[in-house]
Nanobody, 115 residues
């Protein structure tokens, strides 16, 4: 099964920035939007942002609007999440997948924001 590989997480102070990347061993399907999700212990996985194949349509969770940007490079089969003005409540493991999810969930990448 296809499993995405996420990278780019780390530890930053509040107000800082990180750029996450997601790729896979096979091309992402054109039939589904790509999305970033996040999850903290004890909580359900939350949809953060989505982007369609042509990158014309993007959507964000209210909690990240104006701070996060999702974009993609189809030639590199990579989806990115630029995260700015990070807050402690953004601390989570971030995952990518299609929306709805059709791939096996990857390991994710940990983002930790300190106050």
């Amino acid at each position: 099964q296809v499993q995405p590989v996420e990278s780019g997480g780390g530890m930053v102070q509040a107000g800082g920035s990180l750029k996450l990347s997601c790729t896979a061993s096979v091309p992402f399907s054109k039939d589904y939007d790509m999305a970033w999700f996040r999850q903290t212990p004890g909580k359900e996985r939350e949809l953060v942002a989505t982007i369609n194949w042509s990158a014309v349509y993007v959507e964000y969770a209210e909690s990240v609007k104006g701070r996060f940007g999702i974009f993609r490079d189809n030639r590199q089969n990579t989806v990115f999440l630029q995260m700015n003005l990070l807050k402690p409540e953004d601390t989570a493991v971030y995952y990518c997948n299609t929306e709805p999810a059709t791939m096996t969930w990857g390991q994710g990448t940990q983002v930790t924001v300190s106050s």
